[in-house]
């Protein structure tokens, strides 16, 4: 555990853009407006699979208001080549298909045309006025149903790709991963006992509350200019010149405010067509997307088929894992069953595992990370069977976790070994909590446990910081601020500058002032930007000492900076403001720099206790109680580590008990809208207690581990223990929504 | 262009009178933003869904993306720009800051109208009910939990002013 005292991190400052975000004062993409611009509408699918024979655009065109159309004629040939986004890749063929369908239109809602107006009714009447003539295809939306030889192909030239070895007819699987350790077979035929069962999940959305938005403004001189809301000002630029061929130095991405990602606003789909509607017009476009449009068109989190097996000695011991995992990919290749793979087993040191994982394309929208992509649907699997395994062997659900729990050492069935982590204390901190030792006590009710992992990366990051002349600091960073991620990048710098949280004034760049800086996600903000800020504090405070020593008449190596900021040397001391200012006085103008790219995971743990209520006749689930409990490393703002938590848990919650996509029989979405998809409200949750561990990472100068996504991982399969716990009734399939429950219930109350 | 002859309309916005001209099909939500730059209000759902373009129309909060602009003539509405009194937050707004009880923000205007609206009728507003007022307000950041408190803050420091 940590024990440095520390005077800024730890402490709860008001965060910097506060204030303009509750006055109305910050600017969205969707509040830019550039003088004579016009607004954009994109036509959509109504086939979830259907060859495009033609498109007639001429009664759109001569529509009054309209300046320009646009279809897949207007977009560059892409060659097949992979682009790394920062957290995965992406074919841009795949990609750029996406954005605007070419010959095929492979989900409801795919992109066929665009037109730019100048309202957004008149654009969206025209858009009307387009003739799409389709020949319906076969579709598919059920990941085994997509596996089988005789499915609907929605590529025919891809094969899939099992170990690198290539296969000899398509088929909509483009990957089979396979990872093992020791020897599953031997060990479960060593096993005592041995629990199997099938999952399915639906599929979900990230369900962020502003809608995909994007200003472009295409230059005569070939420079265009681009306001987006995205989780990654850099990744979003390289994605738009990829797809537009044109240089990377020609376009600027300016990310405003943004309204939520959760790894849903990584991936671009609006961006090339509003920069070709305004290569077209001449005039600066935005286009936001409807509701039901970023349903059906932009990137759900899959839906899964899961088959998993653990077999334990009778002391407890988990000896073997086996899991056979399918994932939706949606339209195109490269889903998360990626990391589903490796996180199946990831709570738990199995000697003996195997695992198998498809990437499956079907005709629904292209899959995006969500919150620990992949993470959830393996957990709700794997963190139920354990709970079956301490039934059958008479132990407590809690202690066979902490029987099995991974600790510094333990290998994961993909290969890496843990270095020093925080599960077990995690399970401690559960074991003493309040909730935990608080009786749940009257009828239909019951608690449930699980754990949970998500990796956390390093990636890039950039962070300048100039001093102004009162020794104040201008901090630039490149990190896409989602949900107080300045402040807690900020308040690291102040920590080793010695200034309060205050005296920094951080700002997020665009991509011609930060410097290279990968996406918000993957946990990795306060950890990887908190790190550049905190080296380019110390590569100021480096270049302080020099000038300091020419100041002071002294050599430079005599001069030290204390804990608390203060440099002193040849019998002087002076605060960094102090310094700063005779610095500036003496015409010094100080810049500090630093980019960081750490390669190790941040390896976040976490427990969390669920009590619910089930009622017998709807098989309505009420959540009475729960308690998120997980190691931050060091928590550098704790209110915005608890909302993480908080955040995380509810959407957890929303997926484990409502959340799903509803298919029609021609495979369109039946609730593409806030009414219908739907996720929890205020009065569908109770307050969400927390419990901060913090084992601190030895990879970060102050003990910082991602928190952003593990919370999300255990609460489908805690709640699932729980409502096992109420009702004997094992539910196997998300959501466990009422309808799902109570015939499950009846089902079996009848055996 | 538009098929629509334009409507006048006037009406008072955070205290002022204001003349907009409008399509009958444009919604409130639209002229605020569109034609009269009160960008704060947000557009999450437009069809009354989320409550991110709440605002107070004669006492009472709505969504602006369900009210036709049209409607509004004559009407006092207040949005989250109006919210504070010169430089000094309303309690609801200093609350929201002190208790981190917004990540994004892109829900946050129409949870302070809609708060502000609910603690004015009842400061005294107990949790259930706050949770029940507000749950036409969706977040999908915050769990709700720092809201509701920030909310229960406020409404304390609304009683003791």
């Known amino acids: 555990m940590t024990t440095t005292q520390y005077r800024v991190i730890g402490s709860r400052p008001v965060r910097h853009d506060g204030a303009d975000k509750v006055t109305g004062k910050a600017i969205y993409t969707a509040d830019t407006k550039l003088p004579g611009m016009l607004v954009g509408f994109v036509l959509r699918s109504p086939h979830a699979h259907a060859r495009i024979i033609s498109i007639d655009i001429s009664e759109a065109e001569a529509t009054p208001g309209v300046h320009a159309v646009l279809t897949a004629a207007d977009y560059p040939n892409v060659e097949n080549k992979m682009a790394d986004l920062g957290e995965g890749s992406i074919n841009l063929s795949y990609l750029s298909s996406n954005c605007m369908a070419q010959q095929k239109v492979l989900y409801r809602g795919h992109a066929g045309a665009a037109v730019a107006a100048t309202d957004v009714h008149i654009a969206e ?62 060990a479960f035929a060593e096993a005592d006992v041995i629990v199997e069962r099938e999952f399915k999940t639906a599929t979900v959305h990230q369900g ?67 920069a070709l509607l305004s290569k077209k017009s001449g005039r600066p476009v935005r286009i936001s ?40 990919a949606g339209a195109y290749p490269g889903g998360v069953i990626g990391p589903g793979c490796m996180c199946v087993f990831s709570c738990y040191d199995i000697e003996h595992a195997v695992v198998d994982g498809y990437d499956v394309c079907l005709n629904k929208p292209k899959t995006s990370a969500y919150r620990a992509p992949g993470a959830t649907q393996v957990a709700f699997a794997t963190e139920q069977l354990v709970d079956e395994l301490a039934q059958k062997l008479g132990m407590c659900e809690l202690e066979i976790r902490q029987k099995n729990a991974v600790k510094e050492g333990s290998r994961r069935v993909d290969g890496p070994v843990y270095p020093p982590i925080g599960l077990v204390e995690c399970l401690d901190a559960l074991k003493q909590s309040d909730h935990w030792n608080t009786p749940l006590q009257g009828p239909n ?13 390093g990636l890039k990051s950039s962070a300048a910081c100039t001093v102004n002349s009162d020794g104040t600091i201008n901090l630039l960073e490149g990190s896409t601020d989602i949900g107080g991620s300045r402040t807690s990048i900020a308040m690291q710098l102040a920590e080793v500058l010695g200034l309060e949280a205050d005296d920094i004034n951080p700002q997020v760049g665009d991509t011609d002032t930060a410097g290279y800086t990968d996406v918000t996600g993957g946990s990795r903000v306060t950890f990887a930007t908190g790190m550049a800020a905190y080296e380019a504090g110390r590569d100021l405070q480096q270049q302080m000492k020099t000038l300091a020593a020419d100041l002071w008449d002294c050599p430079a190596d005599e001069i030290t900076v204390d804990d608390d900021g203060s440099f002193s040397g040849n019998n002087r001391t002076l605060g960094f403001k102090e310094l700063a200012v005779e610095l500036f006085a003496a015409g010094e103008h100080l810049v500090g720099r630093a980019t960081v790219s750490p390669e190790c995971p941040t390896n976040g743990f976490g427990a969390q206790i669920a009590d619910v209520e089930v009622d017998p006749d709807t098989g309505k689930v009420t959540v009475l109680r729960y308690t998120t409990i997980q190691d931050a490393g060091k928590a550098i703002h704790p209110s915005y580590v608890e909302g993480q ?6 959407q957890g919650i929303g997926w484990a008990l409502n959340e799903e996509y509803f298919y029609k ?23 969400i207690d927390t419990i901060i561990v913090e084992t601190g990472n030895p990879e970060h100068p102050y003990g910082v581990r991602g928190v952003g996504e593990t919370p999300i991982v255990p609460p489908p399969a805690a709640l699932a223990n729980a409502i096992y716990n109420a009702t004997d009734t094992r539910m196997t399939e998300l959501p466990m929504s009422p309808p799902k429950l109570w015939k499950a219930m009846q089902k079996h109350q009848a055996s | 262009m538009s098929a629509y002859k334009k409507v006048h309309v006037t009406t008072t916005i955070n205290g002022e009178q204001v003349d907009f001209l409008c399509e009958p099909r444009h919604s409130l939500l639209e002229v605020l933003r569109d034609s009269l730059g009160l960008t704060g209000s947000k557009e999450g759902c437009n069809n009354g869904n989320c409550g991110a373009c709440t605002v107070i129309l004669n006492g009472r909060p709505v969504d602006s993306c369900l009210v036709l602009s049209a409607e509004v003539e004559g009407a006092e509405i207040e949005t989250v720009e109006g919210i504070a009194c010169n430089s000094n937050l309303h309690p609801v707004q200093q609350c929201f800051l002190e208790g981190a009880a917004l990540q994004c923000g892109i829900c946050t205007p129409g949870f302070l109208v809609a708060s502000k609206a609910l603690l004015e009728k009842d400061p005294d507003a107990s949790e259930e009910t706050i949770r029940f007022d507000l749950s036409g307000n969706l977040c999908r950041c915050t769990g709700y939990d720092k809201i509701v408190r920030a909310v229960q803050a406020a409404g304390q420091q609304m009683r003791e002013i």
């Not at chain 1, 010149?241 to 376009?251: C, R, S």
């Not at chain 1, 029989?665 to 307050?687: I, K």
């Open chain 1, 125 to 186: 009447e025209a858009v009307k006025k387009i003739k799409v003539e389709y020949e319906v295809l076969d579709s598919v939306t059920w990941v085994l149903d997509a596996m089988k030889e005789d499915a609907p192909l929605l590529h025919d030239d891809m094969v899939t790709d099992s170990m690198g070895e290539k296969a000899s007819k398509p088929s909509n699987v483009p990957a089979h991963l396979h990872f093992e350790k020791g020897d599953a077979a031997a």
């Open chain 1, 208 to 274: 962020y509350i502003e809608p995909h938005a994007v200003v472009a403004d295409y230059n005569e001189d070939g420079r265009l200019r681009i306001w987006t809301a995205t989780q990654g000002s850099f990744t979003c630029r390289q994605q738009t010149a990829e797809i537009l061929q044109i240089p990377l130095g020609n376009v600027l991405v300016t990310p405003c405010e943004i309204g939520g990602g959760f790894g849903g606003k990584i991936t671009v789909y609006l961006e090339p067509t509003a």
């Open chain 1, 289 to 328: 997307m409807t509701r039901s449009d970023v349903f059906e068109a932009s990137g759900p989190t899959p839906g899964s088929f899961m088959r998993v097996k653990i077999g334990a000695k009778n002391d407890g011991t988990i000896i073997a894992g086996e899991a056979w995992l399918a994932y939706d």
């Open chain 1, 445 to 457: 009710r019951g608690r449930g446990i699980a754990a949970g992992f998500w990796f956390g990366c």
């Open chain 1, 645 to 650: 938590l908080q955040g995380g848990t509810v």
């Open chain 1, 665 to 687: 029989d021609d495979n369109s979405m039946a609730n593409a809208s806030f009414l219908d998809y739907r996720m929890p409200t205020m009065l569908d949750v109770p307050m």
